[in-house]
Structures are given as structure tokens and as C-alpha cells.
């Protein structure tokens, strides 16, 4: 698809808001770049390859998304897969990361195959509305949990609290605040681009202070990417001993992806008047395609960001703004050391705001419906309360449907949603805990 057919305004949108969007999305996830490979490397995969191969794939991905999907949702390595990878596949089940890699690289395959015969999308239209909300209020939820974390608003506790407050004395906790107070001030003021210029703005700020350490260079020469190149082991990923990793990759893949694109696409109006995303398959083919090249540059399974919902508030509408991420992306290969620099201050307020306008769509819960509404918000609390998406998405599949059969309602079950939750449950039995 040539630049030219994305045509912004065809969807409300302009060039210039397309590029600010497409600038918002890839600041608050840019982080991705450094922490990836940061908790790969706990898996023995070498930092300077692992960040190489993190920047394309979601290079490869984004671009797709727009190119291919016209689409404003960027892509990149999954932070739940990463750690499951990291830390429970290699370092609690004692693989090596070449046959991890070599199971991202079989379930990728598998999702491309079920996206080009449409059986994803067949699955995501399947979905009840009263799901697809839930899952984009718990994504937002999620997202500002996420932030008030990143800032240090909230940390672990000891103990019986599972979370306690953080220091508010701390000046990097007391600067993280304030770039929300001036985010929500300049989205109040109708500022265009209010998202981007608060991360600036409290960029600067943080290193005005001190409170974050500037960056020591600007340019930098990509790291030799050949280390983690080609060097997954397929045939090793193929043994029944690794059946239940890869039914994990699998089904936490197949859920993010869908409950993700799903609950963005309610966030941005792009659903139609039956409740489904128009070219849904080419979105999931994409998302499908970047996990396949990640695990041959060296990476871990890649999906739909949620941060994209901080590019979608700042205008965003068609693929225009993929391919500005995917640009940044791109140059992010030679300014490293610039973009590693953000500090967490300065892009945590961007996601606990971004969160809170995701809450817009429960306006259209029906709670005179108990059966519908259960469901959702099993979905939204286990999405934050477990730290992960992937248990309150199968959790809203299963209740939904065990509610149609409690209530002899068998019928109104659409196929799709009895393999989800046939799937979903499948989860809960072979997910090493």
C-alpha cells in the first residue's frame, strides 16, 4: 500500500496529527528497547544483539501495520512473554534460549498460518461486546498500574500487603506526578500533541534536576546483531517435553492479540456497526509475521501494543501513524543512548493518563445484565489484580460462556467463542505456574 493511500482524512485525521501520534506511540513505548533485551539477557541471550533484534522486529511489525493493515497500532515484543521466556522457560525449567526462541518461532508460524485462512479473525469477531469493553477498560486499568509503578507511586510490599505506597519524598516519584498534573492540564487546555510534549517536557525537566542522568552521546553504531541471528533451535522446540511452553506462547499470543486490537479498536471507534474491526485479519497477519522475524533476529513473540492507545488519544487513526513509529523505530538503531535516556518519570505519566481515558467505553456496560457484565469484570479485575493480561482475558472467555450454559443459553454461544474458552482453559491446565 503506497503512503498516499492511507489517506488521514478518509478517517478524520491529518498528516501532521498522524506523524504526533505516531511520535506519541513510539516515546511511551520506546522503553521497550532497553528493557527486552535487559530481561532477555537474564536468559543468556546477549544485550547488544538482543536490542538490535528488538528494534527491528517491532520495525518489521509496525510497518506492516500500516503499510499492509492502514492500522494505528504498533507492534513489538510482548513484556509477558519476555518474562516467561526469561525467567520460567530458561531459568525455572533449565532450556537453553536457543530452543525458547525456536517455540516463539513455531507459534508465530502458527499464527500466521491461522491468520491467512482467517481463523484469528473469525475468532475476534466471535467476541461479545460486553468483553471487548472489558477488556479495554482493563487494559487501561492495567496501563496506569503500570505507570504508577514505572514512577514509583506505588512498589511491592512485604508481607500480607501485596503493594504499598512509594516515598513521595522522592524527588524522581515527585517529578513522575507532576508530569501527570501537566499532561491531564494541557489535554484540559486542548493542546495538540499534550501526551508528547508532557513526556518532553518532564524529560528535560528530570534532567534539569537531576534527577535523571543525560545521555553521554546522541549517535551510536548499531550493535553486531549476529550473536542471537539465526540462532534458534527449532528442532529441539519440537519435542513433546515442550508442548505446554509453546501451548502458552500460544494462547497468551492468541488472547493479548485479539483483546488487545479489540480493545483498542473500541477506544478508537474503528469497530463497525456489527462490533468488528474492518480488515481485522491483515492486522493479526501482521502482529503474526513480526514474531516470525523476531525469533530469527533473536527475540521473543511480538503483538499489538496497548501504549498504542497513548498514540490513538493524540489523533491517530489510519497507518500513517504505524509507519512514523516504525520510522522512529528505525532510527532509534543509531540514537540509543537518546532514546535509553527518557527516564521512567517522564514516560510512566504518559501511560497512567493514556489508562485513564481507555475507561471511556465502560460507559456502555449494561449492568441491568449480570450475565454479561460478570464476565467483564472478572476480565478487568484479573487483568490488574494478577499483573497479567493474558489470565483476565481467558478468565472473561470461560465465565462467559459457563454463564450461557448455567443459564441454558447453549445457543447463543457463537463457535468461536467456544474454542476461546475451550482454549482458555487449556491454559489454566498446562500454565506452569
Not at 56 to 81: D, E, H, I, Q
Not at 314 to 326: I, K
Amino acid at each position: 500500500m503506497p503512503i498516499a493511500a492511507l489517506q488521514p482524512s478518509a478517517r478524520g485525521s491529518s498528516w501532521s496529527r498522524e506523524f504526533v501520534a505516531g511520535t506519541t506511540t513510539f516515546a511511551t513505548m520506546a522503553y521497550i528497547i532497553v528493557v527486552n533485551p535487559a530481561i532477555l539477557e537474564a536468559a543468556g541471550i546477549p544485550f547488544g544483539p538482543s536490542m538490535v533484534a528488538t528494534i527491528l522486529s517491532a520495525a518489521v511489525g509496525t510497518l506492516l501495520m500500516g503499510l499492509y493493515a492502514n492500522r494505528p497500532f504498533a507492534v513489538a515484543p510482548y513484556m509477558g512473554l519476555n518474562a516467561f521466556v526469561a525467567y520460567t522457560v530458561v531459568q525455572g525449567m533449565g532450556h537453553a534460549w536457543q530452543t525458547a526462541l525456536g517455540a516463539v518461532f513455531v507459534s508465530g508460524i502458527l499464527f500466521l498460518a491461522m491468520s491467512l485462512f482467517r481463523a484469528r479473525a473469525w475468532l475476534a469477531e466471535a467476541i461479545p461486546e460486553s468483553l471487548k469493553i472489558g477488556f479495554a477498560v482493563g487494559i487501561g486499568l492495567f496501563l496506569s498500574f503500570i505507570g504508577l509503578a514505572t514512577i514509583g507511586v506505588v512498589r511491592a510490599g512485604t508481607g500480607a500487603t501485596p503493594v504499598v505506597p512509594g516515598d513521595f519524598h522522592d524527588p524522581a516519584v515527585a517529578l513522575g506526578l507532576a508530569g501527570i498534573g501537566l499532561i491531564v492540564l494541557l489535554l484540559v487546555a486542548r493542546v495538540p500533541g499534550a501526551i508528547l510534549i508532557g513526556i518532553l517536557a518532564t524529560s528535560a525537566l528530570a534532567f534539569l534536576t537531576g534527577v535523571a542522568t543525560p545521555p553521554d552521546a546522541v549517535f551510536s553504531p548499531p550493535p553486531d546483531p549476529r550473536p542471537t541471528l539465526l540462532a534458534l533451535d527449532v528442532r529441539a522446540a519440537l519435542t513433546w517435553g515442550f508442548a505446554s511452553v509453546i501451548l502458552t506462547m500460544f494462547v497468551l499470543d492468541l488472547v493479548d492479540t485479539i483483546g488487545t486490537l479489540m480493545g483498542l479498536a473500541i477506544k478508537a471507534g474503528l469497530l463497525d456497526e456489527r462490533g468488528r474491526l474492518p480488515g481485522i485479519e491483515r492486522a493479526l497477519q501482521s502482529d503474526a509475521a513480526a514474531t516470525v522475524a523476531g525469533a530469527l533476529l533473536g527475540t521473543t513473540t511480538t503483538g499489538t501494543y496497548i501504549e498504542s492507545a497513548a498514540g490513538l488519544e493524540a489523533g491517530g487513526r489510519t497507518g500513517a501513524t504505524s509507519v512514523v513509529t516504525a520510522g522512529w523505530f528505525l532510527a532509534a538503531l543509531f540514537f540509543a543512548p537518546l532514546l535509553s535516556a527518557v527516564p521512567p518519570s517522564a514516560y510512566g505519566p504518559a501511560l497512567v493518563v493514556v489508562g485513564m481515558l481507555m475507561l471511556e467505553p465502560a460507559t456502555r456496560f449494561r449492568f441491568d445484565d449480570i450475565g454479561e457484565l460478570a464476565p467483564a469484570f472478572l476480565t478487568i479485575v484479573l487483568m490488574c489484580f494478577t499483573y497479567d493480561l493474558g489470565i483476565g482475558l481467558t478468565a472473561g472467555f470461560v465465565s462467559w460462556v459457563a454463564l450461557k450454559v448455567v443459564r441454558g443459553r447453549p445457543r447463543e454461544v457463537p463457535g468461536g467463542m467456544w474454542v476461546l474458552a475451550g482454549v482458555s482453559a487449556l491454559f489454566y491446565v498446562f500454565y506452569p505456574y
